[in-house]
Each structure stands twice: as C-alpha cells, then as structure tokens.
C-alpha cells in the first residue's frame, strides 16, 4: 500500500501506523462535519417554502358533520350536487355508492353488483352519471383496471381500460365539463402522469388509454397521512372538477391545491401554478369534491370521521389569481434616436433565479443523505484499516 502523509512535516506512515488519538479526533471532526451538513441540508429543504410569494389567507377547513355509519370506514371518494354528498369506500364487497345526508346520514346505497378490487376514487359526469375509478394498483401488476357507470336509479356498466406503458397506480379520477375522464397516477418521486381513454369507452372493453400530460405537486411540511414526511404530501389521492368545469381539484395526504381552467380543458388546467389549502391532520386523506357554490370538501378513511369544508374556495382561487396579476405599468417613452450600445459604464441587471420547488429541495436531501451515509461508511472503512 502506498504510504500517505499524515501531517505536514511527519514521516511518511501507512493508515495501519496513524496515532490512536490522532485517528479519534478525525473522526471525531467528521462525524461533525457530517452532522453540519445535514443539518444544512434540511436547513436548506424547510426553508424553500419561504422561497414562495405570499398567498391569500386561507381559512382552516372546518368540521360539517361526522360519518358514523359503520359501513363507511374506508372513505377514498367524494362527490357533492350540491344537495347530496355521494362517497365511496376503498374495499366493499361489491362496488356501491352510499347517497347522504348535509347530516352525513346514510339516505340510500346504489349497490352495482360488479367485483370489488381497489376503489380510488368518484366523480360526477355533466350529465349527472357517477363514475366510480375502479384503478387502485399498489403492487402494479393489474393488467387492466376500469371506470365503473352508476345511473341515479342504480344502474350500472363496467368499462375496463389498458395503460399504453405497463400498470399504474391510481387515486384520482376528474371528468370535465366535455365529460371526458381523466385519471391522475399516483407517484411517490416525480410527476403524476394524466392519461384518458384513447377513444369511446366500451361495456366491457378494454379500451387503450393514452397519457396526455403529467401534473408536478411541490409539497408542503403539513402533517398529516400515513406516510411521514415530505414524500405523503406529494402523492395525489383524490381530484374533483368543479360542475362549470372552470375548477380542478387535487389533493395529496395533507393539502388540496386549486387549479384554474377558465377553457374547461383538464390537462392545460393541471399546467397552471394552483392554490395550495392545508388540510387538518387526517388519518388517510383520499377523499375531496368542488360543491356548486365553490365549496371545497376533504374526507379520510377511518371510522367516525369527519366531512370537513372550506366555504367559498373557488372564490379564494379567483383572488390569488387577481393577487398575481402583474401591476400595470406606464408606456416607456421610446428613445429619439434608437441605439444598440448601453450607456458607459452601465451593466446588465442579471435576471433572478427561479427558486427550487420543495420537491426538488426533497430530492436534494434524499441524495443528500444518501452521499453522507457512503461517505461514513468510507470513513469507518478507512479509519479501521
């Protein structure tokens, strides 16, 4: 092995000859070095929200009423007609709508009849038809998954549907004013991929998907689901589209973000900077629905839990909006004579750096702890040869 230096001016020593307490204090000061680091880095990730402009007050979503059918314990989908709220569960029997009450009393069950696997969601098509988003994959090994028809009277069709690129694992499902479907992936790294049926459905198919966008949700440090950290308020478990179409709705374990679609057009609305509302601390969020009156509501899986609501959110979203407005400014009076040199001794302003989104700052800390844990490793490696 070649000989190393260990300090300036000292004999040339192998690693195996280095003092005892000479080798305690390196490590000693990079077990520090290592602690500071870190300690940047999430330094670094919580501090990128503050990166983000100011936005409307948001009020907390308060409490409507408490769920305590025991038959919905697992609530993954919500939709509201303003008069009704229909929901779904994650596991049934058999794929069924539960009708309730503003009381959240069980008022009637549309029960289809068609095999349960993993509901991930519920929207409500123009036409007043439900569709239940039969597209739930944890392990990704469905060959095909489905959209589920529910009439108001109870009947049903099954319409099963293929993935262009090998299985996918699904929560949300929205349907805009043109009544086109749109399902929205659930990822834990990455976009969420937005994919629609290639053509008109078919009972009971399959018919090919075909993916028309993705959807990037920057995260939050709010609490709440049951997957610790950044990771839970990233992944997209439920969506909802405003009856006028004007309103897309997704939500993560822990937020729920409002996008603009003044066109109805669901993929371009999902491009748009949304509004971000804070969710309370639910066990499984996977449930949230646009009322008429532009009411947003959230729900979460568990007994005795509650449909919680903010009044008027579509109106919040229409004030962020007018917020980012650019200020107008004056005409610039144009120059006599035009000129292509600037003036002696003037310098061009730089433009500003776009500040990294906090999903970014995410991936940042994961490699970030990830190079830390190999660097250790190499220390305590080299430290014991």
Same mark, same amino acid.
């Given at each position: 092995?070649?000989?190393?230096?260990?300090?300036?001016?000292?004999?040339?020593?192998?690693p195996q000859n280095w003092p005892t307490h000479s080798c305690k204090t390196?490590?000693?000061?990079?077990?520090?070095?290592?602690?500071?680091?870190?300690?940047?880095?999430?330094?670094?990730?919580?501090?990128?929200?503050?990166?983000?402009?100011?936005?409307?007050?948001?009020?907390?979503?308060?409490?409507?009423?408490?769920?305590?059918?025991?038959?919905?314990?697992?609530?993954?989908?919500?939709?509201?007609?303003?008069?009704?709220?229909?929901?779904?569960?994650?596991?049934?029997?058999?794929?069924?709508?539960?009708?309730?009450?503003?009381?959240?009393?069980?008022?009637?069950?549309?029960?289809?009849?068609?095999?349960? !696997?993993?509901?991930?969601? @519920?929207?409500? /098509? =123009? #036409? %007043?038809?439900?569709?239940? &988003?039969?597209?739930?994959?944890?392990?990704?090994?469905?060959?095909?998954?489905?959209?589920?028809?529910?009439?108001?009277?109870?009947?049903?069709?099954?319409?099963?549907?293929?993935?262009?690129?090998?299985?996918?694992?699904?929560?949300?499902?929205?349907?805009?004013?043109?009544?086109?479907?749109?399902?929205?992936?659930?990822?834990?790294?990455?976009?969420?991929?937005?994919?629609?049926?290639?053509?008109?459905?078919?009972?009971?198919?399959?018919?090919?998907?075909?993916?028309?966008?993705?959807?990037?949700?920057?995260?939050?440090?709010?609490?709440?689901?049951?997957?610790?950290?950044?990771?839970?308020?990233?992944?997209?478990?439920?969506?909802?589209?405003?009856?006028?179409?004007?309103?897309?709705?997704?939500?993560? !374990?822990?937020?729920?973000? @409002?996008?603009? /679609? =003044? #066109? %109805?057009?669901?993929?371009? &609305?999902?491009?748009?900077?949304?509004?971000?509302?804070?969710?309370?601390?639910?066990?499984?969020?996977?449930?949230?629905?646009?009322?008429?009156?532009?009411?947003?509501?959230?729900?979460?899986?568990?007994?005795?839990?509650?449909?919680?609501?903010?009044?008027?959110?579509?109106?919040?979203?229409?004030?962020?909006l007018e917020r980012r407005e650019p200020a107008a400014v004056p005409p610039?009076?144009?120059?006599?004579?035009?000129?292509?040199?600037?003036?002696?001794?003037?310098?061009?302003?730089?433009?500003?750096?776009e500040a990294p989104s906090e999903q970014e700052w995410g991936v940042v800390?994961?490699?970030?702890?990830?190079?830390?844990?190999?660097?250790?490793?190499?220390?305590?490696?080299?430290?014991?040869?």
């Open positions: 092995m070649r000989a190393r230096r260990f300090a300036p001016g000292s004999a040339s020593v192998s390196a490590r000693r000061r990079f077990r520090w070095l290592s602690l500071l680091t870190a300690l940047g880095l999430v330094a670094g990730s919580l501090g990128a929200g503050s990166m983000a402009s100011a936005s409307v007050v948001v009020p907390e979503p308060v409490p409507s009423c408490v769920i305590t059918d025991p038959a919905i314990t697992m609530l993954s989908g919500l939709v509201s007609d303003g008069e009704h709220w229909y929901v779904v569960n994650d596991h049934d029997p058999f794929v069924q709508v539960f009708v309730l009450n503003r009381d959240c009393s069980v008022e009637r069950v549309l029960t289809t009849g068609i095999d349960h !696997y993993d509901v991930g969601d @519920l929207a409500m /098509a =123009p #036409d %007043g038809v439900l569709w239940v &988003a039969e597209t739930g994959d944890n392990r990704m090994r469905r060959e095909t998954v489905a959209l589920i028809s529910v009439t108001p009277d109870g009947q049903s069709a099954l319409h099963r549907l293929t993935y262009p690129d090998g299985p996918r694992d699904a929560e949300a499902l929205l349907i805009g004013s043109d009544g086109i479907p749109y399902i929205v992936t659930k990822e834990l790294l990455g976009p969420a991929e937005i994919y629609r049926p290639a053509q008109a459905l078919e009972s009971p198919g399959p018919v090919p998907l075909e993916r028309v966008g993705s959807v990037r949700i920057r995260g939050s440090n709010t609490p709440g689901g049951p997957i610790p950290g950044f990771v839970g308020s990233v992944v997209v478990t439920g969506g909802s589209v405003h009856p006028d179409g004007s309103v897309v709705a997704l939500r993560t !374990y822990t937020d729920a973000y @409002l996008f603009a /679609a =003044p #066109d %109805g057009d669901v993929p371009t &609305a999902l491009e748009n900077e949304p509004l971000r509302i804070p969710l309370p601390d639910e066990p499984q969020g996977e449930a949230v629905a646009i009322e008429p009156d532009g009411t947003l509501l959230s729900g979460s899986e568990g007994a005795d839990q509650p449909i919680r609501a903010v009044p008027d959110a579509v109106g919040l979203l229409a004030a962020e610039r009076e144009e120059p006599t004579a035009p000129s292509n040199t600037e003036p002696e001794g003037a310098e061009s302003e730089p433009a500003p750096a800390l994961l490699a970030g702890a990830v190079a830390l844990g190999l660097v250790w490793w190499w220390g305590r490696r080299r430290s014991r040869r």
